[in-house]
């Protein structure tokens, strides 16, 4: 399977050159990169020890939104990096990352685990569907 979406931060993230095994995508790109959503707003990642440290050479850190860490915001894409991740261990979720196209993504557990603990009114259903699509693959 090949990532790709229409506004290049798949490509932007590449071009990062954050080292693998210190970063995951996590946020709603892990549903859109298996087909549970049709479009991608922006990618968020958390980063770890050697590619937290890279991400501090792209521009300052500010608290994030949520309250909950550091966040960098890349100067050209749509594209945050994150020190911290709700309800989720860092390194654990590196570990356990599915490798696509050579783009380490939040598993769909890690995923649905995040969006039901945050129990945001526009995570239940995403939650859902994730639930739908592993039970697909279970038969």
Known sequence: ??????????????????PLGHWVVCGSAPLYARGLRSRLHDLDILACGLAWQRALTIAPPRP???GLGLAIHHPEAAIEVFDTWPA???????????LIDGIPLLTLDDTAHWKATAARPKDAADVEAIRNLQSRWQG
């Open 1 to 18: 399977m090949i990532l790709t979406d229409p506004a290049g931060l798949f490509d932007a993230l590449r071009a990062l050159d954050l």
């Open 64 to 66: 994030a939104e949520s």
């Open 88 to 98: 989720v261990d860092c390194a654990d979720v590196i570990d356990r990352a599915d």
